[in-house]
Each structure stands twice: as structure tokens, then as C-alpha cells.
């Protein structure tokens, strides 16, 4: 099973979804906003990638927070504030098997389904 991560108004979201959905691979949407996260599966996303691949800090939610939350990330911080505030979490996160390639880029999604992909 196959499920992408992110939440809808987030324009790489759509984009991985578009190639997702162009390509022919059937997947399953998973709203971190509605439908939340919870520690087990970040930890294990965190334990994966890392927690630094994760943190979303080009977004407003992470310019938002206060300098002295910034400074003093870490990997405990960091997933305490990815769960309170999911829109601080690298999007998309797609997660195939136990496999996962956080965020969205055509050439890698390629790569990832290979022969699965409809050109």
C-alpha cells in the first residue's frame, strides 16, 4: 500500500499527487491536518530519514516560531513540534512498503516505481 502524506493546499503536495495520479499508481491520501500523525509513525519516519530531512524550516510555520524554539531544535523539539504543528513537516512524505522519499520530485518518483509507472 502505497500513501502519500500532506495536506491538499500545499502545492508540492498536488504536484506529487498529479504525477501520481498521471502515472497510474494508486495510492492513499493521508491529511497530517485532519488526520493527524502520532509518535509512533513520526518516530519511526524520524529513526528512517532523520529528523533534520523532516523539519520543514522553509515554511511560514516554522518562521513563525519563536527564535528561541528555533535555536534550541533538536531531535526531541523537533518531533514534540512536528506533531503540534504537522504543517512543520516536509511535504510530501510518501511512504511505500518501508520505504519513504520525503518530498516531491519527479526524477526520484521515477526512480521509485520504475517499471510501475505508466509513462
Excluded at 531544535?73 to 519513504?100: F, H, S
Aim: glycine share 8%; hydrophobic share 40%.
Amino acid at each position: 500500500m502505497i500513501t502519500l502524506y500532506g495536506i491538499p493546499n500545499c502545492d508540492t503536495v498536488k504536484r506529487a499527487r498529479r504525477w501520481l495520479d498521471d502515472h497510474g499508481i494508486a495510492y492513499r491520501f493521508h491529511d497530517l491536518r485532519r488526520d493527524g500523525l502520532d509518535d509512533d509513525r513520526l518516530a519511526a519516519w524520524i529513526d528512517a530519514v532523520g529528523w533534520e530531512s523532516l523539519l520543514n524550516r522553509r515554511g511560514t510555520t516554522w518562521r513563525r516560531l519563536p527564535e528561541a524554539a528555533r535555536a534550541s531544535i533538536d531531535r526531541g523539539n523537533a518531533a514534540r513540534l512536528m506533531l503540534e504543528q504537522p504543517t512543520l513537516i516536509r511535504r510530501p512524505v510518501l511512504a511505500r512498503g518501508r520505504r519513504l522519499q520525503v518530498g516531491f520530485d519527479a526524477d526520484s518518483y521515477q526512480a521509485l516505481f520504475g517499471g510501475a509507472a505508466r509513462s
